[in-house]
């Protein structure tokens, strides 16, 4: 069976123009940090120490600063294995194997995007629109679970060697605030895992779309449509006049 690429006029659909943006917001994420730290140290009373975590084996700023105050507590950067990163794993830190595959799964799933947009019949490509929101949904999940699960087992297994003794074990979260011994740190998604949500939230209204032939130009006016439907719907479901049925019934 020979195929056919889809006509140029069909990418001004929503449901196919929205996966090709996604496929290259996925794919351009690796280009930046997808995970960013900022540290009050009181060792560094007139600055705040900036961190920022790549998908792939790398770590940008104050990295080699953090590193010196994370020794002495026996918390260390972890080691991907399979990629030299640009620091030393420290012989106590926990294996990461998965981190080298980071841009693997990128990849991926901007390749399965710009796949299902080239779909040559409608069905395929409605059919392929669902399967890649859930594969890509599930597949984010997956890696977030297992990076927390990484931090966790990084902060519970202090090197007992470490000059600063007594530090309970705990949790850095992938956002949020914590502190250990002197240092205060917060955690922030970096502008690589804001694109990859906005290249899922439009896999997401690709979805929503993917009986119509609704075109991109037409989204603004449509999503203010539906969401006029839902605030009016909600207060006229919820008002007066719907007591007394429900009172009638």
Same mark, same amino acid.
């Given at each position: 069976?020979?195929?056919?690429?889809?006509?140029?006029?069909?990418?001004?659909?929503?449901?196919?123009?929205? !996966?090709?943006?996604?496929?290259?917001?996925?794919?351009?994420?690796?280009?930046?940090?997808?995970?960013?730290?900022?540290?009050?140290?009181?060792?560094?009373?007139?600055?705040?120490?900036?961190?920022?975590?790549?998908?792939?084996?790398?770590?940008?700023?104050?990295?080699?600063?953090?590193?010196?105050?994370?020794?002495?507590?026996?918390?260390?950067? /972890?080691? !991907?294995?399979?990629?030299?990163?640009?620091?030393? /794993?420290?012989?106590?830190?926990?294996?990461?194997?998965?981190?080298?595959?980071?841009?693997?799964?990128?990849?991926?799933?901007?390749?399965?995007?710009? $796949?299902? &947009?080239?779909?040559?019949?409608?069905?395929?490509?409605?059919?392929?629109?669902?399967?890649?929101?859930?594969?890509?949904?599930?597949?984010?999940?997956?890696? *977030?679970?297992?990076?927390?699960?990484?931090?966790?087992? &990084?902060?519970?297994?202090?090197? /007992?060697?470490?000059?600063?003794?007594?530090?309970? !074990? $705990?949790?850095?979260?992938?956002?949020?605030?914590?502190?250990?011994?002197n240092l205060t740190t917060y955690s922030r998604f970096g502008l690589g895992a804001y694109m990859a949500m906005t290249?899922?939230?439009?896999?997401?209204?690709?979805?929503?779309?993917?009986? *119509?032939?609704?075109?991109?130009?037409?989204?603004?006016?449509?999503?203010?449509?539906?969401?006029?439907?839902?605030?009016?719907?909600?207060?006229?479901?919820?008002? !007066?006049?719907?007591?007394?049925?429900?009172?009638?019934?």
């Amino acid at each position: 069976m020979n195929y056919e690429l889809p006509e140029v006029s069909q990418f001004r659909n929503a449901r196919r123009a929205l !996966p090709v943006v996604a496929a290259l917001l996925f794919v351009a994420a690796i280009l930046f940090p997808v995970w960013r730290i900022a540290v009050h140290a009181v060792q560094y009373p007139e600055t705040v120490l900036q961190v920022r975590v790549y998908a792939y084996p790398r770590i940008e700023g104050d990295y080699v600063e953090l590193a010196r105050l994370n020794h002495y507590v026996g918390f260390y950067y /972890p080691d !991907p294995v399979y990629w030299s990163p640009n620091f030393e /794993p420290d012989p106590y830190a926990v294996d990461v194997p998965e981190w080298s595959l980071g841009p693997l799964a990128f990849v991926a799933v901007g390749s399965l995007s710009l $796949f299902v &947009a080239l779909a040559p019949t409608t069905e395929k490509l409605k059919r392929g629109i669902k399967l890649q929101l859930a594969g890509t949904v599930g597949l984010f999940a997956v890696i *977030t679970a297992d990076i927390q699960y990484r931090l966790y087992r &990084a902060g519970h297994r202090l090197d /007992p060697d470490a000059p600063l003794i007594g530090v309970d !074990p $705990f949790t850095p979260p992938l956002w949020g605030r914590y502190e250990i011994a002197n240092l205060t740190t917060y955690s922030r998604f970096g502008l690589g895992a804001y694109m990859a949500m906005t290249a899922i939230a439009l896999l997401i209204v690709a979805y929503y779309y993917r009986e *119509t032939e609704v075109t991109v130009d037409e989204l603004p006016a449509r999503g203010l449509v539906t969401l006029l439907s839902f605030l009016f719907g909600a207060e006229k479901s919820s008002g !007066p006049d719907a007591e007394v049925e429900g009172g009638d019934a």
